[in-house]
């Protein structure tokens, strides 16, 4: 079992910034990959970000990319996501996903909102 914790949501103008964190406990020596995804009221659970865990290779949708940056702490077992030139349309609870042994997204914390005011 892996237990996620999400921080870092709130309200901010459209252009601003936002760094969101999710620390992750349990069997963290099993972590292959860890995610961010959002979804916005109304609509699916989209793919934001992703790091595996021992390569440090990172991925992102197309919206994101060039604004959104995903990272890692590996002794804290936490992962951030660094949010500049926020727009009204990245308004969405945020969750942390976590893939342990490569099984499939099957981990998620409680989400956090980003709010991004026009």
């Known amino acids: 079992q892996v237990q996620l914790v999400e921080s870092g949501g709130g309200l901010v103008q459209a252009g601003g910034s936002l760094r969101l964190s999710c620390a992750a406990s349990?069997?963290?020596?099993?972590?292959?990959?860890m995610a961010w995804f959002r979804q916005a009221p109304g609509k699916e659970r989209l793919f934001v970000a992703s790091?595996?865990?021992?390569?440090?290779?990172?991925y992102y949708s197309d919206s994101v990319k060039g604004r959104f940056t995903i990272s890692r702490d590996s002794a804290k077992s936490t992962i951030y996501l660094q949010m500049n030139n926020l727009k009204p349309e990245d308004t969405a609870v945020y969750y942390c996903?976590?893939?342990?042994?490569?099984?499939?997204?099957?981990?998620w914390g409680n989400g956090t909102l980003v709010t991004v005011s026009s």
């Open positions: 996903g976590a893939d342990i042994s490569g099984g499939g997204w099957n981990y």
């Open positions: 790091l595996r865990w021992r390569s440090n290779n990172t």
């Open positions: 349990g069997r963290t020596f099993s972590l292959y990959r």
